[in-house]
Nanobody, 124 residues
Framework: QVQLVESGGGLVQAGGSLRLSCAAS????????MGWFRQAPGKEREFVTA????????YYADSVKGRFTISRDNAKNTLYLQMNSLKPEDTAVYYC?????????????????WGQGTQVIVSS
């Protein structure tokens, strides 16, 4: 089992920045990739970004490309999401997730473990 705990959410004005963290514990060596998803009220959970542990490859949704950056600190078993130039449409609950598979990372069904989520609200 892998346990994931997100933090860093909050209220920010449009144009501002936030950094989310996801601390992983447990059998973290069993995961090959991690990602961030988000879910706005009344909408389906959507892919934001992912990173492969094997080679550090990163993947981004078009809606966040150039504004968000995913990174990792292996020593701390922590995943980060730096979010800049935030927009009201970025408002959502953000979830981190871990996958045993190194592919299909844009799809929620690929992931085996999920955090509880952290709320991000961007005011206009």
């Amino acid at each position: 089992q892998v346990q994931l705990v997100e933090s860093g959410g909050g209220l920010v004005q449009a144009g501002g920045s936030l950094r989310l963290s996801c601390a992983a514990s447990g059998r973290t060596f069993s995961s090959n990739a991690m990602g961030w998803f988000r879910q706005a009220p009344g909408k389906e959970r959507e892919f934001v970004t992912a990173i492969s542990w094997r080679d550090g490859s990163t993947y981004y949704a078009d809606s966040v490309k150039g504004r968000f950056t995913i990174s990792r600190d292996n020593a701390k078993n922590t995943l980060y999401l730096q979010m800049n130039s935030l927009k009201p449409e970025d408002t959502a609950v953000y979830y981190c997730a871990a996958s045993k598979l190194p592919y299909g990372l844009r799809y929620a069904r690929t992931y085996d473990y999920w955090g509880q989520g952290t709320q991000v609200i961007v005011s206009s």
